[in-house]
Protein backbone atom coordinates (compact mmCIF):
# COMPACT_ATOMS: atom_id res chain seq x y z
CA UNK A 1 0.00 0.00 0.00
CA UNK A 2 2.66 2.60 1.12
CA UNK A 3 4.33 1.69 -2.94
CA UNK A 4 1.55 2.45 -4.18
CA UNK A 5 0.89 5.80 -2.21
CA UNK A 6 4.10 6.69 -3.07
CA UNK A 7 4.10 6.20 -6.54
CA UNK A 8 0.61 7.63 -7.40
CA UNK A 9 1.48 10.57 -5.20
CA UNK A 10 4.37 11.19 -6.80
CA UNK A 11 2.78 10.83 -10.32
CA UNK A 12 -0.02 12.85 -9.33
CA UNK A 13 2.35 15.74 -8.21
CA UNK A 14 4.28 15.37 -11.51
CA UNK A 15 1.26 16.50 -13.56
CA UNK A 16 1.14 19.98 -12.09
CA UNK A 17 4.90 20.24 -10.74
CA UNK A 18 5.36 23.46 -12.23
CA UNK A 19 2.24 24.98 -11.49
CA UNK A 20 2.54 28.45 -9.18
CA UNK A 21 0.94 27.40 -6.52
CA UNK A 22 3.00 24.03 -6.13
CA UNK A 23 5.77 25.73 -6.09
CA UNK A 24 4.61 28.61 -3.92
CA UNK A 25 3.94 26.10 -1.23
CA UNK A 26 8.02 24.37 -1.60
CA UNK A 27 9.17 28.03 -1.96
CA UNK A 28 10.06 27.68 -4.99
CA UNK A 29 10.65 30.33 -7.57
CA UNK A 30 7.64 31.34 -9.88
CA UNK A 31 5.62 34.14 -11.90
CA UNK A 32 2.92 35.15 -10.13
CA UNK A 33 1.00 35.09 -6.72
CA UNK A 34 -1.01 32.07 -6.70
CA UNK A 35 -4.76 32.31 -5.37
CA UNK A 36 -7.59 30.18 -4.22
CA UNK A 37 -10.71 30.87 -1.95
CA UNK A 38 -11.50 28.37 0.73
CA UNK A 39 -15.02 27.35 0.30
CA UNK A 40 -15.36 28.91 -3.35
CA UNK A 41 -17.61 26.29 -4.57
CA UNK A 42 -20.92 27.30 -2.92
CA UNK A 43 -23.82 29.21 -2.23
CA UNK A 44 -22.11 31.94 -3.26
CA UNK A 45 -22.16 30.78 -7.02
CA UNK A 46 -25.49 30.67 -9.33
CA UNK A 47 -24.53 27.94 -11.09
CA UNK A 48 -23.81 25.74 -7.51
CA UNK A 49 -27.32 26.61 -6.42
CA UNK A 50 -28.87 25.90 -9.96
CA UNK A 51 -27.42 22.36 -10.04
CA UNK A 52 -27.37 21.48 -6.45
CA UNK A 53 -30.83 21.07 -5.39
CA UNK A 54 -32.48 20.95 -2.18
CA UNK A 55 -31.18 17.30 -0.94
CA UNK A 56 -28.80 17.35 1.77
CA UNK A 57 -24.67 18.18 0.67
CA UNK A 58 -23.80 14.56 1.81
CA UNK A 59 -25.92 13.64 -1.01
CA UNK A 60 -23.93 15.97 -3.45
CA UNK A 61 -21.11 14.65 -2.07
CA UNK A 62 -21.58 11.11 -2.52
CA UNK A 63 -22.73 11.76 -6.54
CA UNK A 64 -19.08 11.54 -8.56
CA UNK A 65 -19.99 13.45 -11.08
CA UNK A 66 -22.10 16.72 -9.73
CA UNK A 67 -18.96 17.06 -6.92
CA UNK A 68 -16.64 16.77 -9.89
CA UNK A 69 -19.07 19.72 -11.49
CA UNK A 70 -19.06 21.78 -8.68
CA UNK A 71 -15.53 21.34 -7.69
CA UNK A 72 -14.82 22.67 -11.64
CA UNK A 73 -17.31 25.27 -11.53
CA UNK A 74 -15.23 28.43 -9.39
CA UNK A 75 -12.10 27.32 -10.99
CA UNK A 76 -13.87 28.13 -14.46
CA UNK A 77 -15.15 31.22 -13.29
CA UNK A 78 -12.63 32.74 -11.33
CA UNK A 79 -9.59 31.20 -12.94
CA UNK A 80 -7.85 30.29 -9.49
CA UNK A 81 -4.76 28.27 -9.27
CA UNK A 82 -5.95 25.63 -7.28
CA UNK A 83 -9.20 23.62 -7.26
CA UNK A 84 -10.68 22.37 -3.65
CA UNK A 85 -12.41 19.43 -3.39
CA UNK A 86 -16.04 19.25 -2.68
CA UNK A 87 -16.70 17.49 -0.09
CA UNK A 88 -16.84 18.24 4.03
CA UNK A 89 -14.75 17.47 7.19
CA UNK A 90 -17.19 15.46 7.89
CA UNK A 91 -17.33 13.39 5.22
CA UNK A 92 -15.38 10.03 6.99
CA UNK A 93 -16.64 10.17 10.04
CA UNK A 94 -20.28 9.88 8.58
CA UNK A 95 -19.10 7.49 6.28
CA UNK A 96 -18.54 4.70 9.21
CA UNK A 97 -21.77 5.03 10.63
CA UNK A 98 -21.32 7.92 13.04
CA UNK A 99 -24.36 9.16 12.70
CA UNK A 100 -23.34 13.14 11.25
CA UNK A 101 -25.90 14.82 9.03
CA UNK A 102 -25.10 18.26 7.79
CA UNK A 103 -27.87 20.72 8.35
CA UNK A 104 -28.04 23.91 5.40
CA UNK A 105 -27.79 26.62 7.13
CA UNK A 106 -26.61 25.23 10.11
CA UNK A 107 -23.77 22.74 9.75
CA UNK A 108 -22.90 19.33 10.69
CA UNK A 109 -25.22 17.92 13.38
CA UNK A 110 -25.06 14.67 15.78
CA UNK A 111 -27.47 12.38 16.70
CA UNK A 112 -26.26 11.07 19.74
CA UNK A 113 -22.89 13.35 20.43
CA UNK A 114 -20.05 11.68 22.55
CA UNK A 115 -19.50 11.50 25.95
CA UNK A 116 -17.88 8.25 27.61
CA UNK A 117 -15.64 5.28 26.68
CA UNK A 118 -17.73 3.48 24.97
CA UNK A 119 -18.48 6.02 22.32
CA UNK A 120 -15.18 5.32 21.00
CA UNK A 121 -16.66 2.06 19.86
CA UNK A 122 -18.01 4.51 17.40
CA UNK A 123 -15.63 5.15 15.60
CA UNK A 124 -14.05 2.43 13.57
CA UNK A 125 -10.93 2.78 11.03
CA UNK A 126 -12.04 3.96 7.78
CA UNK A 127 -11.81 2.17 5.02
CA UNK A 128 -11.33 4.47 2.03
CA UNK A 129 -12.06 2.06 -0.91
CA UNK A 130 -15.18 0.92 1.23
CA UNK A 131 -16.51 3.99 2.74
CA UNK A 132 -15.46 6.41 0.63
CA UNK A 133 -15.72 5.40 -2.96
CA UNK A 134 -17.53 8.20 -3.97
CA UNK A 135 -14.57 10.62 -2.75
CA UNK A 136 -11.92 8.81 -4.94
CA UNK A 137 -14.07 8.57 -7.72
CA UNK A 138 -14.48 12.46 -7.88
CA UNK A 139 -11.03 12.68 -7.37
CA UNK A 140 -10.00 10.68 -10.06
CA UNK A 141 -12.45 12.15 -12.39
CA UNK A 142 -10.76 15.91 -11.31
CA UNK A 143 -7.79 15.32 -12.04
CA UNK A 144 -8.82 14.47 -16.32
CA UNK A 145 -10.09 17.48 -16.02
CA UNK A 146 -7.98 20.06 -14.27
CA UNK A 147 -5.36 19.51 -16.77
CA UNK A 148 -2.44 21.93 -14.96
CA UNK A 149 -4.69 23.18 -12.32
CA UNK A 150 -3.47 21.45 -8.79
CA UNK A 151 -6.51 19.40 -6.68
CA UNK A 152 -6.19 20.33 -2.62
CA UNK A 153 -7.69 17.13 -1.26
CA UNK A 154 -8.42 17.80 2.74
CA UNK A 155 -9.79 16.82 6.38
CA UNK A 156 -11.08 18.26 9.44
CA UNK A 157 -8.14 18.66 12.12
CA UNK A 158 -9.03 16.01 15.08
CA UNK A 159 -9.81 18.47 17.45
CA UNK A 160 -12.08 20.84 15.56
CA UNK A 161 -14.41 17.31 14.31
CA UNK A 162 -13.82 16.45 17.76
CA UNK A 163 -15.81 19.26 18.64
CA UNK A 164 -18.68 18.59 16.01
CA UNK A 165 -19.22 15.45 17.70
CA UNK A 166 -18.81 16.22 21.28
CA UNK A 167 -20.78 19.40 21.08
CA UNK A 168 -23.00 17.74 19.01
CA UNK A 169 -23.30 20.62 16.01
CA UNK A 170 -22.11 24.33 15.85
CA UNK A 171 -21.19 25.62 18.59
CA UNK A 172 -19.89 29.72 20.06
CA UNK A 173 -18.33 28.45 23.13
CA UNK A 174 -16.97 25.01 22.70
CA UNK A 175 -18.20 24.36 26.25
CA UNK A 176 -18.58 20.09 26.19
CA UNK A 177 -15.43 19.90 24.43
CA UNK A 178 -13.54 21.56 26.78
CA UNK A 179 -15.20 19.73 29.87
CA UNK A 180 -14.60 16.55 28.56
CA UNK A 181 -10.69 17.37 27.46
CA UNK A 182 -10.22 18.94 31.02
CA UNK A 183 -12.10 16.17 32.89
CA UNK A 184 -10.88 13.44 31.19
CA UNK A 185 -7.72 13.95 28.89
CA UNK A 186 -7.30 10.62 28.53
CA UNK A 187 -10.53 9.75 26.94
CA UNK A 188 -9.87 12.95 24.55
CA UNK A 189 -6.66 11.98 23.94
CA UNK A 190 -8.29 8.44 22.62
CA UNK A 191 -10.89 10.45 21.04
CA UNK A 192 -8.34 12.80 18.43
CA UNK A 193 -6.16 9.62 18.49
CA UNK A 194 -8.90 8.01 16.44
CA UNK A 195 -9.57 11.11 14.38
CA UNK A 196 -6.28 11.44 13.31
CA UNK A 197 -6.67 7.69 11.78
CA UNK A 198 -9.64 8.26 10.27
CA UNK A 199 -8.46 12.03 8.94
CA UNK A 200 -4.83 10.30 7.59
CA UNK A 201 -6.45 7.44 5.96
CA UNK A 202 -8.61 9.56 4.57
CA UNK A 203 -6.19 11.89 3.28
CA UNK A 204 -3.67 9.27 2.31
CA UNK A 205 -6.66 7.65 0.15
CA UNK A 206 -7.41 11.72 -1.35
CA UNK A 207 -3.54 11.61 -2.49
CA UNK A 208 -2.97 8.25 -4.68
CA UNK A 209 -6.32 8.79 -6.06
CA UNK A 210 -4.64 12.13 -7.39
CA UNK A 211 -4.31 15.44 -4.66
CA UNK A 212 -1.66 17.19 -5.50
CA UNK A 213 -1.93 19.05 -1.86
CA UNK A 214 -3.14 18.21 1.01
CA UNK A 215 -5.24 21.21 3.87
CA UNK A 216 -5.53 20.22 7.24
CA UNK A 217 -8.49 22.02 8.59
CA UNK A 218 -8.19 22.47 12.23
CA UNK A 219 -10.75 25.46 12.09
CA UNK A 220 -11.79 26.04 15.62
CA UNK A 221 -8.65 25.64 17.03
CA UNK A 222 -8.50 29.52 18.25
CA UNK A 223 -10.46 28.49 20.94
CA UNK A 224 -7.73 27.08 22.96
CA UNK A 225 -4.47 28.89 24.20
CA UNK A 226 -1.28 27.81 22.87
CA UNK A 227 -0.45 25.78 26.38
CA UNK A 228 -3.96 23.80 25.84
CA UNK A 229 -3.13 23.58 21.92
CA UNK A 230 0.00 22.09 22.79
CA UNK A 231 -0.89 19.74 25.27
CA UNK A 232 -4.34 18.51 23.94
CA UNK A 233 -4.90 19.29 20.16
CA UNK A 234 -1.55 19.61 18.40
CA UNK A 235 -0.31 15.78 19.63
CA UNK A 236 -3.10 13.96 17.01
CA UNK A 237 -2.62 17.24 14.04
CA UNK A 238 1.06 15.90 14.21
CA UNK A 239 0.23 12.78 13.65
CA UNK A 240 -2.04 13.49 10.78
CA UNK A 241 0.65 15.64 9.12
CA UNK A 242 3.64 14.16 9.74
CA UNK A 243 1.95 10.58 8.59
CA UNK A 244 0.91 12.24 4.93
CA UNK A 245 4.56 13.78 4.90
CA UNK A 246 5.54 9.96 2.76
CA UNK A 247 3.36 11.13 0.09
CA UNK A 248 5.65 14.27 -0.60
CA UNK A 249 2.68 16.39 -1.44
CA UNK A 250 2.47 20.02 0.26
CA UNK A 251 0.57 20.18 3.54
CA UNK A 252 -1.43 23.11 4.02
CA UNK A 253 -3.08 24.09 8.24
CA UNK A 254 -5.20 26.31 8.69
CA UNK A 255 -7.50 27.73 11.65
CA UNK A 256 -9.47 30.51 12.87
CA UNK A 257 -8.47 32.66 15.57
CA UNK A 258 -5.31 31.50 15.56
CA UNK A 259 -3.20 34.37 15.67
CA UNK A 260 -1.49 33.04 19.22
CA UNK A 261 -1.10 29.41 17.50
CA UNK A 262 0.21 29.72 14.21
CA UNK A 263 4.09 28.94 15.20
CA UNK A 264 2.63 25.51 16.74
CA UNK A 265 0.73 25.13 13.75
CA UNK A 266 3.40 25.35 11.93
CA UNK A 267 5.34 23.13 14.42
CA UNK A 268 2.55 20.31 13.91
CA UNK A 269 3.97 19.88 10.54
CA UNK A 270 2.98 22.41 8.36
CA UNK A 271 4.30 23.37 4.92
CA UNK A 272 1.88 26.54 4.58
CA UNK A 273 -0.04 28.44 7.32
CA UNK A 274 -3.12 29.63 6.65
CA UNK A 275 -3.89 33.18 8.44
CA UNK A 276 -7.31 34.44 9.35
CA UNK A 277 -7.87 38.21 8.75
CA UNK A 278 -6.84 39.22 12.44
CA UNK A 279 -3.13 38.78 12.00
CA UNK A 280 -1.63 41.07 9.24
CA UNK A 281 0.12 38.78 7.12
CA UNK A 282 3.74 41.03 7.68
CA UNK A 283 2.97 40.55 11.46
CA UNK A 284 2.46 36.75 10.45
CA UNK A 285 5.72 36.50 8.30
CA UNK A 286 7.70 38.33 11.90
CA UNK A 287 6.04 35.84 13.98
CA UNK A 288 7.03 32.70 11.37
CA UNK A 289 9.94 33.64 9.77
CA UNK A 290 11.07 33.30 6.00
CA UNK A 291 11.41 29.57 5.57
CA UNK A 292 7.39 28.91 5.37
CA UNK A 293 4.73 29.70 3.25
CA UNK A 294 2.06 31.74 3.94
CA UNK A 295 -1.69 31.83 2.63
CA UNK A 296 -4.53 34.23 3.17
CA UNK A 297 -6.07 36.55 4.03
CA UNK A 298 -8.18 39.18 2.77
CA UNK A 299 -11.00 39.55 5.11
CA UNK A 300 -14.04 37.46 3.67
CA UNK A 301 -16.30 40.69 4.87
CA UNK A 302 -14.51 42.96 2.97
CA UNK A 303 -15.61 40.94 -0.70
CA UNK A 304 -19.07 42.35 0.53
CA UNK A 305 -18.50 45.73 0.85
CA UNK A 306 -17.97 46.06 -3.19
CA UNK A 307 -15.38 45.91 -5.46
CA UNK A 308 -13.33 49.31 -4.39
CA UNK A 309 -13.30 47.89 -1.18
CA UNK A 310 -12.28 44.23 -2.27
CA UNK A 311 -9.39 45.96 -4.49
CA UNK A 312 -8.16 48.14 -2.27
CA UNK A 313 -7.86 45.65 0.67
CA UNK A 314 -6.54 43.10 -1.53
CA UNK A 315 -3.86 45.85 -2.81
CA UNK A 316 -3.45 45.74 1.02
CA UNK A 317 -2.50 42.26 1.61
CA UNK A 318 -0.04 42.16 -1.56
CA UNK A 319 2.04 44.61 -0.25
CA UNK A 320 2.16 42.90 3.14
CA UNK A 321 2.75 39.61 1.91
CA UNK A 322 5.92 42.18 -0.15
CA UNK A 323 6.32 39.32 -3.04
CA UNK A 324 7.82 36.61 -0.54
CA UNK A 325 7.75 33.39 -2.91
CA UNK A 326 6.27 31.86 0.57
CA UNK A 327 2.21 33.64 -0.35
CA UNK A 328 -0.97 32.12 -1.82
CA UNK A 329 -3.55 34.61 -2.28
CA UNK A 330 -6.78 33.15 -0.30
CA UNK A 331 -9.42 34.86 1.86
CA UNK A 332 -9.01 34.80 6.22
CA UNK A 333 -11.75 32.19 6.25
CA UNK A 334 -14.19 30.52 3.77
CA UNK A 335 -16.25 32.77 1.04
CA UNK A 336 -19.73 33.68 2.78
CA UNK A 337 -22.52 32.48 0.76
CA UNK A 338 -23.83 36.55 0.27
CA UNK A 339 -20.93 36.86 -1.48
CA UNK A 340 -21.25 38.93 -5.36
CA UNK A 341 -18.86 36.47 -7.25
CA UNK A 342 -18.15 39.46 -9.66
CA UNK A 343 -16.47 40.88 -6.86
CA UNK A 344 -14.52 37.53 -6.17
CA UNK A 345 -13.51 37.98 -10.14
CA UNK A 346 -12.21 41.08 -10.36
CA UNK A 347 -9.97 40.35 -6.70
CA UNK A 348 -8.19 37.43 -9.16
CA UNK A 349 -7.35 39.86 -11.70
CA UNK A 350 -5.81 42.04 -9.31
CA UNK A 351 -3.68 39.24 -7.80
CA UNK A 352 -2.38 37.86 -10.95
CA UNK A 353 -1.61 41.53 -12.20
CA UNK A 354 -0.76 42.94 -9.76
CA UNK A 355 0.71 40.69 -7.36
CA UNK A 356 4.31 40.27 -7.74
CA UNK A 357 7.12 37.25 -6.68
CA UNK A 358 10.73 38.46 -5.67
O1 LIG B 1 -15.09 25.22 -1.85
C1 LIG B 1 -14.89 24.51 -0.84
O2 LIG B 1 -14.22 24.93 0.13
C2 LIG B 1 -15.41 23.10 -0.95
C3 LIG B 1 -15.62 22.18 0.00
C4 LIG B 1 -15.84 22.33 1.50
C5 LIG B 1 -17.13 22.27 2.13
N1 LIG B 1 -16.91 22.20 3.48
C6 LIG B 1 -18.43 22.21 1.44
C7 LIG B 1 -19.62 22.71 2.16
C8 LIG B 1 -14.88 22.39 2.50
C9 LIG B 1 -13.36 22.52 2.35
C10 LIG B 1 -15.56 22.30 3.75
C11 LIG B 1 -14.87 22.23 5.02
C12 LIG B 1 -15.61 22.44 6.26
N2 LIG B 1 -16.86 21.97 6.60
C13 LIG B 1 -15.09 23.10 7.38
C14 LIG B 1 -13.70 23.71 7.46
C15 LIG B 1 -13.66 25.00 6.76
C16 LIG B 1 -14.22 26.16 7.54
O3 LIG B 1 -15.19 26.73 7.04
O4 LIG B 1 -13.68 26.47 8.59
C17 LIG B 1 -16.06 23.08 8.39
C18 LIG B 1 -15.95 23.69 9.76
C19 LIG B 1 -17.16 22.34 7.89
C20 LIG B 1 -18.45 22.00 8.56
C21 LIG B 1 -19.58 22.62 7.81
N3 LIG B 1 -20.17 22.06 6.70
C22 LIG B 1 -20.16 23.89 8.02
C23 LIG B 1 -19.79 24.85 9.14
C24 LIG B 1 -21.12 24.08 7.01
C25 LIG B 1 -21.93 25.32 6.74
C26 LIG B 1 -23.35 25.25 7.03
C27 LIG B 1 -24.11 26.13 6.06
O5 LIG B 1 -25.01 25.59 5.39
O6 LIG B 1 -23.79 27.32 5.96
C28 LIG B 1 -21.11 22.93 6.20
C29 LIG B 1 -21.93 22.70 4.99
C30 LIG B 1 -21.20 22.94 3.71
N4 LIG B 1 -20.02 22.32 3.41
C31 LIG B 1 -21.60 23.76 2.62
C32 LIG B 1 -20.60 23.61 1.64
C33 LIG B 1 -20.57 24.21 0.26
C34 LIG B 1 -22.87 24.62 2.53
C35 LIG B 1 -24.13 23.83 2.49
C36 LIG B 1 -24.70 23.36 1.19
O7 LIG B 1 -24.38 23.79 0.08
O8 LIG B 1 -25.59 22.51 1.35
Same mark, same amino acid.
Given at each position: ??????????????????????????????????????????????????????????????????????????????????????????????????????????????????? +???? =? !?? /? #?? $??? @??? +???? =? !?? /? #?? $??? @??????????????????????????????????????????????????????????????????????????????????????????????????????????????????????????????????????????????????????????????????????????????????????????????????????????????????????
Amino acid at each position: MADRIGFVGSLAAMVSDDSPFLRACRLEPHDRVPVWFMRQAGRSLPEYRAIRGTGSITEAIRSPDLATEITLQPVRRYGTDAAILYSDIVTPIEAIGFGVTVEPGVGPVVARPFE +TAAD =L !ER /I #RA $LEP @END +TPFV =L !ET /I #RN $LVG @ELGDVPLIGFAGAPFTVASYLVEGGPSRTYARTKRLMYADPDLFEQLLDRLADLALASLRSQVAAGASAIQLFDSWAGALSLSDYLRYAQPASRKVLTGIAETGVPRIHFGVSTGELLGAMHDAGADVVGVDWRVDLDDARRRLGDEVCLQGNLDPAAVLAGVDVAVDRTRDVLRRADGHRGHIFNLGHGVVPETDPAVLERVVEVVHEEGRVR
